[in-house]
């Protein structure tokens, strides 16, 4: 970011602050002079010994500040300063004593970016000791024990001049055994605002407030009527539960003048909470117990964006930069940035019952390259929030220019300030940081005012997408302290992109190359876009079978969504594991619709009927699907009119469903059978399932031997009953020739009697049961 060397235009003070500031300046001019011409000069053994003692003793003492109040103050204000310190040396520091001291005036932001960083003391840098009547003296330090320290000093006493930002050093000065002398043993600077008085032009300053979390819903539904929601855990309860990381977001968001920027995911899970829900478990689910604490936060959020600017990202917070990069050239990829588009309003007013605005785009990190801006702008955004370390200023503005600016193509990029961004990131539960991060935030937000005080301009700050509690704590300090001040005036996102743009800010997308390599690393890769194109490819398949779609497109559909989510970065594994389990449950509800394995299968005789069995295990019905039987040798078996033929499939949820095909035989011997399902697009659904008939057809020629020596049978049985009958009217007519038979058949001599029946030339039919073989329904 281009500044100037000073501050144009800055208004003065009182004149007693004048004379102060010009009798320090003129005490302070020698001493400088002497400074810079000290390394021209020969320096002695003891100047360079001291100097050299006075560089390493400056860290002999850790000086904490962990209060400063009031953050910007006034004339008749008391400044407040206090802490610790503690002897990080091995000897005892005695004659110690803390005091404040104000430095030099800085005149630009990089000043205070160089003073940030500096460490140690450095004579005439950290300026003059405030008077010792406001020193806090210790007789002495032991080592590694922390006392504590508090320094109050009448700001009129600060012998502060012009308006601006100053640096002021807490300092301990004190003496040990080695170096038995007075010297600056340890110091922390940090910085003061000064402003006393309205300026005549004030910045305006948008602060988004994220409300965003990582995912917690799996793709898992309950078979009941409300289709109960699987939680992957209860870590959500906790960060809305009193002291959690959500809870703290709403609760201070519901005081500041601020923008909201909500994940609609986020609102999805809690609002699913407030009913019965399930949280997996090793050995299955278990049921949830926070309906009152999720029921409590979203009334909380309810009130707190009511009148408020509310911006809805496309559910789930897809990864624009992973998509654009990874994931535009796999087919469909986009169409789901357009479906969380298209969700996240309704969520949004559904829950909260605010309208939101679904125009803005916000990238990782406000970083961009032309891809990423043309993935965000695809689904309908027309403004993108970008980040000042990424869109740089390259025109030589010696001022911070404001936000919004045009890049083309009817696109706006909304350029956050990289340094008021990222003010909050370090650990904010130090106090010391915590004191530190307000104290630089608002002396650059100052600082931005007095660079071109007659100019006004709008900034945006766009912090990290998931402060922890103590940083979003850090935040408020610094929002409430900024609203408070004189310089500063809040205003929300949608009149930040109203502002008139700097026609010379920068309009330049960066190009790819310039894309962070160590944001790159963490995106998402292209296999995950093809994991879901996979799993859409099968919800296609599965959803047009059944007779209601939306009880597993809506639960698949945002969990689609929700693995195309910023939160997975940095976390691959995590984001594999669910991919895997949202793929792995489709699967599963995909092969609750199948056919019934079938047994090898008797077929005899010319024609008959082959039934095969359809399951559905689902609690809805399925429609829409075609069962086809295939032979796989039509000379032999033909099913229907040829090699196959297809039914129609309509099976109500829990139960079976049996297709009857009509076959023709032609030639003994093993047929294999095909059966599969296919939807009415003609593509199959689930496996095939295979199996054998054995035809066992009788011939014509056959049937006509069998015929034949049925015909002889019958024949034969006539001849023997026409002689017998014959035989029995002759020995009617002739009663002695019967008589002589009848003494000849008791003596056992004689004429043989008449032949028996004939014995039947077919076996008695047999009694054994059937082989396993399935019987074959004719």
Do not use: C
Not at 180 to 205: A, H, I, N, S
Not at 577 to 592: A, C, K, P
């Amino acid at each position: 970011m281009a500044e100037v060397a000073d501050f144009p235009g800055t208004s003065p003070s009182p004149a007693r602050r004048w004379l102060r500031r010009a009798g320090a300046m003129l005490v302070a001019v020698p001493l400088l002079a002497g400074l810079v011409q000290l390394p021209q000069a020969p320096a002695s053994h003891a100047a360079t010994k001291a100097s050299v003692a006075e560089a390493t003793g400056s860290r002999t003492v850790d000086v904490s500040v962990n209060s400063l109040t009031p953050t910007a103050p006034g004339e008749d204000d008391t400044l407040t300063v206090s802490g610790t310190v503690t002897n990080s040396s091995k000897q005892t520091v005695t004659a110690a004593e803390v005091a404040l001291r104000v430095g030099p005036l800085l005149n630009s932001r990089s000043a205070i970016d160089n003073a940030e960083q500096r460490t140690g003391y450095l004579p005439g840098a950290d300026g003059n000791q405030i008077s010792d009547k406001y020193a806090t003296e210790f007789a002495k330090l032991a080592p590694g024990i922390p006392q504590n320290f508090s320094i109050s000093v009448p700001v009129k006493d600060l012998d502060l001049g012009a308006d601006g930002v100053y640096q002021l050093s807490v300092a301990l000065t004190g003496q040990t055994a080695a170096q038995p002398w007075q010297q600056v043993l340890g110091v922390q600077r940090t910085f003061l605002p000064w402003q006393p008085g309205e300026t005549d032009t004030k910045t305006k300053t948008t602060y988004l407030w994220p409300l965003i979390s990582s995912t917690h819903v799996t793709a898992e539904t309950g078979s009941d009527e409300q289709q109960t929601p699987v939680f992957e855990d209860d870590s959500l309860a906790e960060e809305i539960s009193p002291g959690g990381r959500l809870e703290r977001m709403v609760a201070l968001g519901a005081d500041l003048d601020i923008t909201w920027v909500i994940d609609p995911d986020l609102l999805a899970s809690v609002d699913a909470m407030t009913r019965s829900y399930r949280i997996r478990t090793a050995d299955g689910t278990t049921a949830g117990k926070n309906q009152a604490v999720a029921k409590q936060w979203l009334d909380d959020l309810e009130k707190a964006v009511a009148d408020k600017k509310v911006v809805a990202l496309p559910f789930a917070d897809p990864d624009l930069a992973s998509l654009a990069h990874n994931g535009k050239n796999v087919s469909g990829s986009l169409s789901h940035l357009q479906d969380a588009t298209d969700v996240a309003a309704s969520t949004v007013e559904t829950v909260l019952h605010v309208e939101p605005s679904t125009d803005f785009a916000w990238p990782v990190e406000g970083a961009v390259d032309p891809s990423i801006v043309e993935v965000a702008t695809s689904a309908g955004a027309d403004m993108v929030i970008a980040r000042s370390d990424s869109l740089q200023e390259t025109g030589g503005l010696t001022y911070t220019p404001s936000a919004a600016r045009p890049i083309g193509g009817g696109t706006t990029a909304v350029v956050a300030d990289a340094r008021l961004s990222t003010a909050f990131e370090g650990d904010m539960t130090n106090a010391e940081k915590s004191t530190l991060a307000v104290q630089e935030f608002l002396a650059q937000n100052l600082m931005i005012t007095l660079q071109d005080p007659q100019k006004q301009r709008s900034i945006v700050v766009a912090p990290q997408r998931m402060p922890s509690a103590s940083q979003a704590q850090t935040m408020a300090t610094a929002l409430t302290a900024l609203g408070e001040s004189r310089w500063s005036e809040a205003q929300d996102l949608s009149e930040a992109v109203k502002a008139k743009p700097d026609p010379n800010a920068t309009t330049r997308v960066p190009s790819a190359k310039q894309y962070p390599s160590a944001l790159r690393k963490q995106e998402l890769p292209q296999s995950a876009f093809e994991e879901i194109r996979k799993t859409q490819d099968a919800l296609d398949s599965f959803t047009v079978i059944l007779t209601d779609s939306s009880r597993v497109v809506t639960p698949f559909g945002r969990a689609i969504d929700r693995q195309m989510s910023t939160s997975w970065r940095g976390r691959a594994a995590e984001a594999q594991q669910f991919r895997d389990g949202v793929q792995s449950y489709l699967e599963g509800l995909t092969q609750r619709v199948k056919l019934i394995d079938k047994s090898p299968a008797k077929l005899s005789g010319r024609s008959a009927t082959i039934p095969v069995t359809v399951q559905n295990n689902l609690v809805q019905g399925v429609d829409r699907l075609w069962l086809r039987l295939t032979s796989t040798k039509p000379k032999r078996l033909q099913i229907g009119d040829g090699n196959y033929e297809e039914q129609p499939v309509k099976v109500a949820g829990g139960h079976i469903q049996t297709v009857k095909f009509t076959t023709t035989t032609n030639a003994n011997g093993p047929v294999p059978v095909i059966a599969q399902l296919y939807t009415e697009d003609g593509q199959p659904y689930g496996p095939e399932v295979r199996f054998d008939l054995e035809v066992t057809e009788v011939p014509p020629s056959v049937m006509l031997v069998i015929a034949g020596g049925l015909l002889l049978l019958v024949l034969a049985g006539f001849r023997m009953y026409t002689q017998r009958k014959r035989a029995a009217a002759l020995r009617a007519d002739t009663p002695e020739a019967g008589s002589e038979q009848e003494s000849g058949t008791e003596s056992g001599s004689g004429d043989p009697g008449q032949p028996s029946d004939p014995t039947p030339d077919t076996a008695p039919e047999s009694t054994d049961p059937s082989g396993t073989g399935e019987r074959v329904d004719r």
